[in-house]
Nanobody, 130 residues
Framework: VQLQASGGGLVQTGDSLRLSCAYA?????????MGWFRQVPGKAREFVAT?????????YYADSVKGRFTISRDNAKNEVYLQMSSLKPEDTAVYYC??????????????????????WGQGTLVTVSS
């Protein structure tokens, strides 16, 4: 499984940005739960959002981004997205997409630990200026 994140950049407070993550593998994309995480230098990688496998009917967000960020997936394109709005300087980080094989009992908060994900993209930098 290979993941390629893109869409980062420099924006101002209050702006919007959409990140994309392209999935490449011989395995079916919809078999994977997808997640977005972020990391700033000197800090641990932080959960941002996750979306279930299959049709992506279930999503879960960190409290810090709830109501501002939306995760979605397009199984036909093998892509997952993170639509970010009302961006704040504290959203500045390298954003990573990640994948894990979907498991029925891994939902909601149980899908948030980074070490539960098997595959990672290279990260894309988002910088929000004040």
């Amino acid at each position: 499984v290979q993941l390629q994140a893109s869409g980062g950049g420099l924006v101002q407070t209050g702006d919007s940005l959409r990140l994309s993550c392209a999935y490449a593998s011989g395995r079916t994309f919809s078999d994977y739960r997808m997640g977005w995480f972020r990391q700033v230098p000197g800090k641990a990688r932080e959960f941002v959002a996750t979306i279930s496998g299959g049709s992506g009917s279930t999503t879960y967000y960190a409290d810090s981004v709830k109501g501002r960020f939306t995760i979605s997936r397009d199984n036909a394109k093998n892509e997952v997205y993170l639509q970010m709005s009302s961006l704040k300087p504290e959203d500045t980080a390298v954003y990573y997409c990640a994948a894990r094989r979907r498991v029925p009992h891994i939902v909601g908060v149980t899908a948030t630990p980074p070490n539960g994900y098997d595959y990672w993209g290279q990260g894309t930098l988002v910088t929000v200026s004040s």
